[in-house]
């Protein structure tokens, strides 16, 4: 049997590492200013170990596209690039990311910054294997099992994941996990796209897809959808004059189907006819409970794999 391959998200090739403001307006004058279409969104801070300190600022924002990944080392700098906030409060960029609510919300707080046409992969995920679910959304699906589930590699993760954000200049590993990070949310979404458009009724985009606005959740609700441009910036609407909706990560059309009926209580004739219930007496020594507080740990089986356990 042949071993998953590690995702690599260009083999022998190194992301553009960006430490100063000067620099970054250069690149993306260069390469993303006038970019069309999603990009990979994530974020890496230096890790608190002590139980109940504050957690750190945002130390480095990673942004991918097919071809180039561009790290941005914004605890490095003496200011946040007035470029790439432009950029990222362009709503012609779709910024995708797992967990991307709480990490624009993370900006925000530490930065004011707005992040703006947000997609949740998990969201997606789930909406495009399961149209018909709806939340609560209490288990996100992490970037790892994304990628093994439809591209068919192993995201390496380890001890990098807690390493020093902060640290300059990054480390090569850094340097490589961050760019993999980033460039497998590109991909992820790509194949999730090419799966929603083989669809007879593709999501909507309002069930994975946000603004993130001075560190809120939003939606745009569109009047009639059937005049509005396909392209990502018109569908946002963000020029009209309709009104912010807090955006929730549910299935707001989802429709289950009428609860069973209730069942009629038991007779005392049925009750006295109904096997004894054990489940209050007290454990015997064949028990796992053995005592108060006290558990036999038993062994689980494995579970087979399943994107939406």
Avoid at 71 to 97: D, E
Avoid at 168 to 177: D, E, N
Avoid at 229 to 258: K, M, Q
Wanted: a positive charge; glycine letters at 4%; aromatic letters at 12%.
């Amino acid at each position: 049997m042949s071993a998953v391959p590690i995702y690599d998200w260009c083999p022998g090739a190194l992301p553009y590492y960006i430490t100063s403001a000067l620099a970054a307006d250069a690149i993306i004058a260069r390469y993303l200013e006038h970019y069309v279409g999603h990009v990979g969104f994530d974020l890496e801070w230096k890790p608190t170990f002590a139980r109940g300190a504050r957690e750190n600022p945002v130390a480095l924002v990673q942004i991918a596209t097919a071809t180039d990944v561009f790290l941005f080392h914004l605890s490095a700098m003496s200011t946040v690039p007035a470029s790439l906030m432009r950029f990222l409060q362009n709503s012609s960029i779709i910024k995708v990311g797992v967990g991307i609510q709480n990490d624009v919300k993370k900006l925000y707080n530490d930065y004011r910054l707005s992040v703006l046409s947000c997609v949740d992969l998990s969201m997606f995920a789930r909406s495009v294997d399961n149209p018909s679910w709806n939340g609560p959304f209490k288990n996100p699906i992490g970037l790892a099992r994304l990628v093994s589930t439809y591209l068919g590699s192993a995201l390496s993760k380890g001890s990098i994941t807690r390493s020093n954000w902060e640290a300059f200049p990054l480390s090569l590993a850094q340097k490589r996990y961050a760019a993999n990070d980033a460039h497998a949310g590109y991909a992820v979404y790509s194949h999730l796209r090419a799966l929603d458009r083989e669809r007879e009724t593709p999501i909507k985009q309002s069930y994975y897809s946000f603004h993130a606005i001075l560190g809120r959740l939003y939606h745009i609700p569109i009047p009639n959808p059937e005049q509005v441009s396909s392209s990502h910036n018109d569908i946002w609407g963000l020029s009209a004059t309709s009104r912010l909706v807090e955006w929730f990560p549910r299935n707001p059309e989802y429709d289950p189907d009428p609860p069973p009926p209730s069942k009629a209580p038991k007779t005392s004739d049925e009750q006295a006819e109904s096997p004894k219930d054990t489940s209050a007496e007290p454990p015997n020594k064949f028990s796992p409970f053995r005592g108060k507080g006290t558990y036999k740990r038993r062994r689980n089986k494995p579970r087979s794999a399943s994107l939406l356990v």
